[in-house]
């Protein structure tokens, strides 16, 4: 028995101000103007016969089983095409449309194959839905001649396999155009087309290409709009129809897109992106529709496993024995070594909750605040430059809120690899008229795409994030953009004014900036005043900005020119930082710095100390704790002996690896908890079996503060949820936590945290998502920041001076190496690695200018060595005009590629950001792997080498 349908409206709400009111089939229904007769007759429970409309796309009119006669006019017009209007009296129903429609299906019926029964799609096929419907029963045509299925005559019979997710077999196509208009209008890509005309038409990827060889970026639009087995998941091939599902969150990059996990027992077998979902509205990219395999791989560790020393074998213990083990060494290394001599990492991969308990465990039950999260290297600055400027430590606006702006400028991202969902969104509303500004030193594909053009590309140097933001000022200042009366009203003037004067300076002008920056003093110039003057202006950054030395300065700056341009406090506007991973919103709201409490509370208000004292029965010390790179610099000195390290992978994930192994190797006692024998657990002690996204429960908290529930799809297949290993840790700390369910988390959550009061998963659960802040002021959330004050009263200027990085360029480190992401893989890859998209990057490769490789005789795919002076490692090369000369970039998605080697320990001067968008490297022809690349290898076989022989089977 397959899963019941939802309802599908055949087109797209509208909005309006103005309604209609008609009459469809004697039943009076008022909608707004703009709805299309179909949709006003699904809304008063009259469904209208359907194949190429669905409401996720808009109407197209070409499978004439829509029809429908409305008085006055003539003949019979599809409904899904024809917009209601006052007075109008239609009908659906008639012996006539229904004639009409059985020879429509027959038609179609005619030319396709018949083999419902073992067909894939059965009993979840448009196709066979709509025969019923129209109560065909017999084909009067036959099944011979020229037709699309028979194994003579089809035009192509061989099915597409190519792509590793979904299988194409044009036999079953009725060529109704979803799929080619869903990649248009939902994806943007336009990687299909219909070739060929008349019989032969057919959907064709690119220029008849295979699937894999085509544009297609495998987001499953078209897997989703298909009416038919045409385009179908291999996971439903194989299972079968699927017989429940539950609503859930990805657990990739921080869109927080919501999924309908269908489920088979206890198998997966697929994942359907919901069209509630607040975020995502029905959309997906290729990790969260179809990567969601490594949950189950065969990689996982599901038994916990203690040793004394990173040589000795991994041994398999119950859970008592592991926790007893780790909380008696914590125990140990305190009583030698002091209080502040252990610690914790919380994960932005886990759960608000799960964040939560860990932050909580080391307040309460190890005495200290050294907590930190991954947060520390990547948006610390982003807390820390919004806290100063608008008073809170997160986004502004809605992802929809993109819908409304009228310029958009995309600093230091890549949203179509980054954040591939939003980045479908931002690209339909620059399709229909939003002015593009890209300041990146990279060609992004954002700069040129199908139907789109960035107005301006500041194709800057890296490191002068600061030089460029505060020449845009200078613009805005001295040619008299601001907007004033919005500064007078909302901003402290006193620091406007001081801001003012700073910005107008002649040294901070585009002409005095060009040398620092590399753009053109006119293309700075032009920017400027499109930004300010073209609307509504919306600024989407990205750790382009965040990670540098003034990743702190730039955010300020960004959140200057905002206000100094009246673009906060509305839709269409605002500051908004492009989370990286599923939670990181999340691990800082809940307390996860080791100077903060849950809600961005510093340690020293003793007020707030007294809050949680009340709550927790301990209360927290009043001094800041150490920061990760203060936790490695102390490890080295021998006074941080134990970390508890929950979900991150800091040996893959941090700058200069080296530093960080050298540090874990000085440690007593290392535990992690993770899903797989990750970098950082080669050097721990003690290794406790982490759940994945789908074996919990709990909440994540997106990039726009959308909180949402996560929801168990499978029973864990270590037996335990994270948040249960955490209580079992505290409680053999001798902190007793004695939580039921994560619900009385986030209940606890809620009454400490003011932003969270109102939020519960009653709650949740009733409105789908809530964004924070959620309480007494505003019941349902707070879409929109800073409507009509700033959280901290009145917006504050500050002064964004310009200081030079001090990694910079040199006759032996001549070019600049920056890093990013690529769509197909996430973060340090533990995850993707262990999926088919490997099959689109398997490797990180060196993307070079053709100047900068034709000066050293590189070619495209020579191994070449990238060298700084943290050290060296070899990655393949990519020759590629994206890059300007000078610069070299890379991914760092595996850990054999040693990204991170290479990086350094500069940071940002106010978070410890690490920069790493700016290492001075020289590139040279190789024949062999890095020396730290060869001792990885050893090393890395050595540790799995040291797992128990018996790995169960999962």
Same mark, same amino acid.
């Given at each position: 028995?397959?899963?019941?349908?939802?309802?599908?409206?055949?087109?797209?709400?509208?909005?309006?101000?103005?309604?209609?009111?008609?009459?469809?089939?004697?039943?009076?229904?008022?909608?707004?103007?703009?709805?299309?007769?179909?949709?006003?007759?699904?809304?008063?429970?009259?469904?209208?016969?359907?194949?190429?409309?669905?409401?996720?796309?808009?109407?197209?009119?070409?499978?004439?089983?829509?029809?429908?006669?409305?008085?006055?006019?003539?003949?019979?017009?599809?409904?899904?095409?024809?917009?209601?209007?006052?007075?109008?009296?239609?009908?659906?129903?008639?012996?006539?449309?229904?004639?009409?429609?059985?020879?429509?299906?027959?038609?179609?019926?005619?030319?396709?194959?018949?083999?419902?029964?073992?067909?894939?799609?059965?009993?979840?096929?448009?196709?066979?839905?709509?025969?019923?419907?129209?109560?065909?029963?017999?084909?009067?045509?036959?099944?011979?001649?020229?037709?699309?299925?028979?194994?003579?005559?089809?035009?192509?019979?061989?099915?597409?396999?190519?792509?590793?997710?979904?299988?194409?077999?044009?036999?079953?196509?009725?060529?109704?155009?979803?799929?080619?208009?869903?990649?248009?209008?939902?994806?943007?890509?336009?990687?299909?087309?219909?070739?060929?005309?008349?019989?032969?038409?057919?959907?064709?990827?690119?220029?008849?290409?295979?699937?894999?060889?085509?544009?297609?970026?495998?987001?499953?639009?078209?897997?989703?709009?298909?009416?038919?087995?045409?385009?179908?998941?291999?996971?439903?091939?194989?299972?079968?129809?699927?017989?429940?599902?539950?609503?859930?969150?990805?657990?990739?990059?921080?869109?927080?897109?919501?999924?309908?996990?269908?489920?088979?027992?206890?198998?997966?077998?697929?994942?359907?992106?919901?069209?509630?979902?607040?975020?995502?509205?029905?959309?997906?990219?290729?990790?969260?529709?179809?990567?969601?395999?490594?949950?189950?791989?065969?990689?996982?560790?599901?038994?916990?496993?203690?040793?004394?020393?990173?040589?000795?074998?991994?041994?398999?213990?119950?859970?008592?024995?592991?926790?007893?083990?780790?909380?008696?060494?914590?125990?140990?290394?305190?009583?030698?070594?002091?209080?502040?001599?252990?610690?914790?990492?919380?994960?932005?991969?886990?759960?608000?909750?799960?964040?939560?308990?860990?932050?909580?465990?080391?307040?309460?039950?190890?005495?200290?605040?050294?907590?930190?999260?991954?947060?520390?290297?990547?948006?610390?600055?982003?807390?820390?430059?919004?806290?100063?400027?608008?008073?809170?430590?997160?986004?502004?606006?809605?992802?929809?809120?993109?819908?409304?702006?009228?310029?958009?400028?995309?600093?230091?991202?890549?949203?179509?690899?980054?954040?591939?969902?939003?980045?479908?969104?931002?690209?339909?509303?620059?399709?229909?008229?939003?002015?593009?500004?890209?300041?990146?030193?990279?060609?992004?594909?954002?700069?040129?795409?199908?139907?789109?053009?960035?107005?301006?590309?500041?194709?800057?140097?890296?490191?002068?994030?600061?030089?460029?933001?505060?020449?845009?000022?200078?613009?805005?200042?001295?040619?008299?953009?601001?907007?004033?009366?919005?500064?007078?009203?909302?901003?402290?003037?006193?620091?406007?004014?001081?801001?003012?004067?700073?910005?107008?300076?002649?040294?901070?002008?585009?002409?005095?900036?060009?040398?620092?920056?590399?753009?053109?003093?006119?293309?700075?110039?032009?920017?400027?005043?499109?930004?300010?003057?073209?609307?509504?202006?919306?600024?989407?950054?990205?750790?382009?900005?965040?990670?540098?030395?003034?990743?702190?300065?730039?955010?300020?700056?960004?959140?200057?020119?905002?206000?100094?341009?009246?673009?906060?406090?509305?839709?269409?506007?605002?500051?908004?930082?492009?989370?990286?991973?599923?939670?990181?919103?999340?691990?800082?709201?809940?307390?996860?710095?080791?100077?903060?409490?849950?809600?961005?509370?510093?340690?020293?208000?003793?007020?707030?100390?007294?809050?949680?004292?009340?709550?927790?029965?301990?209360?927290?010390?009043?001094?800041?704790?150490?920061?990760?790179?203060?936790?490695?610099? *102390?490890?080295?000195?021998? =006074? !941080?002996? /134990?970390?508890?390290? $929950?979900?991150? %992978?800091?040996?893959? @994930?941090?700058?200069?690896?080296?530093?960080?192994?050298?540090?874990?190797?000085?440690?007593?006692?290392?535990?992690?908890?993770?899903?797989?024998?990750?970098?950082?657990?080669?050097?721990?002690?003690?290794?406790?079996?982490?759940?994945?996204?789908?074996?919990?429960?709990?909440?994540?908290?997106?990039?726009?503060?959308?909180?949402?529930?996560?929801?168990?799809?499978?029973?864990?297949?270590?037996?335990?949820?994270?948040?249960?290993?955490?209580?079992?840790?505290?409680?053999?700390?001798?902190?007793?936590?004695?939580?039921?369910?994560?619900?009385?988390?986030?209940?606890?959550? *809620?009454?400490?945290?003011? =932003? !969270?009061? /109102?939020?519960?998963? $009653?709650?949740? %659960?009733?409105?789908? @998502?809530?964004?924070?802040?959620?309480?007494?002021?505003?019941?349902?959330?707070?879409?929109?920041?800073?409507?009509?004050?700033?959280?901290?009263?009145?917006?504050?200027?500050?002064?964004?001076?310009?200081?030079?990085?001090?990694?910079?360029?040199?006759?032996?480190?001549?070019?600049?190496?920056?890093?990013?992401?690529?769509?197909?893989?996430?973060?340090?890859?533990?995850?993707?690695?262990?999926?088919?998209?490997?099959?689109?990057?398997?490797?990180?490769?060196?993307?070079?200018?053709?100047?900068?490789?034709?000066?050293?005789?590189?070619?495209?795919?020579?191994?070449?060595?990238?060298?700084?002076?943290?050290?060296?490692?070899?990655?393949?090369?990519?020759?590629?005009?994206?890059?300007?000369?000078?610069?070299?970039?890379?991914?760092?998605?595996?850990?054999?590629?040693?990204?991170?080697?290479?990086?350094?320990?500069?940071?940002?001067?106010?978070?410890?950001?690490?920069?790493?968008?700016?290492?001075?490297?020289?590139?040279?022809?190789?024949?062999?792997?890095?020396?730290?690349?060869?001792?990885?290898?050893?090393?890395?076989?050595?540790?799995?080498?040291?797992?128990?022989?018996?790995?169960?089977?999962?």
């Amino acid at each position: 028995m397959s899963l019941p349908r939802e309802t599908d409206y055949g087109t797209p709400a509208r909005e309006s101000e103005k309604e209609v009111t008609l009459s469809i089939d004697g039943i009076e229904v008022t909608v707004p103007a703009g709805t299309s007769v179909m949709r006003a007759a699904q809304e008063c429970g009259n469904s209208i016969p359907k194949l190429c409309a669905t409401d996720s796309l808009e109407p197209f009119g070409s499978c004439r089983l829509c029809l429908v006669e409305i008085e006055g006019r003539r003949g019979y017009p599809a409904s899904c095409t024809t917009i209601a209007e006052a007075g109008m009296q239609v009908r659906t129903q008639t012996p006539k449309l229904a004639d009409i429609r059985r020879g429509v299906m027959e038609l179609y019926i005619s030319d396709h194959p018949l083999d419902c029964l073992t067909c894939s799609a059965n009993g979840n096929c448009e196709l066979q839905d709509m025969t019923g419907v129209v109560g065909l029963r017999e084909v009067r045509y036959g099944m011979k001649g020229k037709n699309h299925f028979d194994l003579l005559s089809a035009l192509t019979r061989e099915k597409d396999e190519s792509n590793p997710y979904f299988s194409y077999d044009p036999s079953k196509c009725i060529v109704c155009n979803r799929c080619v208009r869903a990649c248009e209008e939902t994806q943007g890509t336009f990687a299909l087309t219909i070739s060929g005309r008349g019989f032969d038409s057919r959907v064709s990827p690119g220029e008849s290409q295979p699937f894999m060889e085509s544009e297609c970026v495998s987001c499953g639009a078209c897997v989703q709009a298909c009416p038919t087995a045409t385009l179908m998941e291999k996971g439903v091939i194989e299972h079968g129809q699927a017989e429940k599902k539950v609503t859930t969150t990805c657990a990739y990059c921080g869109v927080g897109c919501s999924f309908d996990a269908e489920v088979k027992g206890t198998t997966v077998v697929r994942m359907v992106p919901s069209k509630d979902g607040g975020a995502n509205h029905g959309h997906s990219c290729v990790k969260g529709r179809f990567a969601f395999g490594y949950a189950t791989h065969a990689d996982r560790i599901t038994t916990p496993m203690i040793r004394k020393s990173i040589e000795d074998a991994w041994q398999p213990v119950s859970w008592d024995e592991a926790i007893r083990y780790a909380a008696s060494e914590f125990k140990r290394i305190q009583a030698k070594h002091g209080r502040d001599s252990v610690g914790g990492i919380t994960s932005s991969r886990c759960t608000n909750e799960e964040t939560y308990l860990v932050q909580k465990l080391v307040r309460a039950a190890f005495g200290n605040n050294n907590v930190d999260t991954c947060a520390r290297v990547c948006h610390s600055p982003t807390g820390y430059g919004l806290k100063q400027t608008l008073g809170e430590s997160a986004g502004t606006q809605t992802f929809d809120s993109v819908m409304k702006a009228d310029v958009i400028m995309v600093m230091g991202a890549n949203p179509t690899d980054g954040h591939p969902v939003f980045g479908s969104q931002m690209k339909r509303r620059l399709r229909e008229g939003a002015k593009l500004i890209v300041v990146d030193p990279r060609s992004i594909d954002l700069v040129r795409s199908p139907h789109i053009k960035a107005e301006q590309h500041l194709k800057l140097k890296p490191g002068s994030n600061v030089a460029l933001i505060t020449s845009m000022a200078h613009v805005v200042v001295t040619e008299g953009l601001v907007k004033e009366d919005f500064v007078r009203e909302r901003c402290e003037w006193h620091s406007f004014e001081q801001w003012r004067d700073f910005v107008a300076k002649p040294e901070n002008s585009p002409e005095a900036m060009e040398q620092h920056t590399g753009v053109p003093a006119a293309d700075v110039r032009a920017a400027a005043r499109l930004f300010a003057t073209g609307g509504n202006a919306a600024i989407y950054y990205g750790l382009g900005v965040t990670e540098h030395s003034q990743g702190s300065t730039t955010v300020i700056g960004i959140a200057n020119l905002a206000m100094a341009t009246g673009n906060i406090g509305r839709e269409g506007v605002g500051v908004n930082p492009l989370r990286g991973q599923n939670n990181v919103q999340g691990s800082c709201d809940m307390g996860s710095f080791p100077h903060e409490l849950p809600g961005y509370r510093h340690v020293s208000d003793a007020a707030t100390r007294a809050l949680f004292k009340d709550a927790w029965g301990v209360e927290p010390q009043p001094e800041p704790g150490l920061r990760i790179p203060n936790m490695f610099e *102390a490890a080295m000195d021998g =006074t !941080f002996l /134990g970390l508890y390290c $929950e979900g991150e %992978d800091i040996v893959q @994930s941090d700058p200069n690896t080296q530093h960080v192994e050298a540090a874990l190797r000085a440690m007593e006692c290392v535990v992690v908890q993770d899903l797989f024998l990750n970098e950082t657990a080669k050097f721990a002690h003690v290794f406790l079996p982490g759940s994945s996204f789908l074996e919990k429960d709990g909440t994540f908290t997106n990039a726009e503060r959308r909180i949402s529930r996560v929801r168990k799809v499978m029973p864990p297949l270590a037996g335990k949820e994270d948040w249960e290993v955490t209580c079992m840790l505290s409680n053999a700390l001798g902190y007793p936590m004695d939580y039921r369910h994560p619900s009385e988390i986030m209940d606890e959550i *809620a009454r400490l945290t003011p =932003t !969270f009061h /109102g939020v519960s998963y $009653e709650r949740l %659960d009733e409105l789908g @998502s809530i964004q924070w802040p959620c309480n007494e002021q505003a019941p349902e959330g707070t879409p929109i920041m800073h409507i009509e004050q700033f959280v901290r009263g009145k917006g504050r200027f500050m002064l964004t001076e310009y200081v030079p990085t001090e990694e910079r360029t040199s006759k032996r480190f001549p070019l600049i190496l920056t890093t990013g992401r690529i769509l197909s893989q996430y973060n340090v890859g533990a995850q993707t690695r262990r999926t088919a998209n490997s099959m689109w990057h398997d490797e990180d490769r060196l993307e070079i200018h053709p100047a900068d490789a034709e000066t050293r005789g590189i070619n495209e795919g020579d191994w070449v060595g990238i060298t700084s002076r943290a050290g060296e490692t070899v990655l393949r090369a990519r020759v590629s005009e994206r890059m300007q000369p000078g610069v070299v970039y890379t991914t760092f998605h595996f850990p054999e590629s040693g990204a991170n080697v290479i990086t350094t320990d500069n940071s940002d001067w106010a978070t410890n950001c690490p920069e790493y968008k700016v290492t001075a490297v020289e590139v040279t022809r190789v024949t062999q792997p890095s020396e730290w690349q060869q001792r990885y290898r050893d090393f890395s076989q050595h540790q799995i080498d040291l797992l128990p022989k018996k790995r169960e089977k999962v």
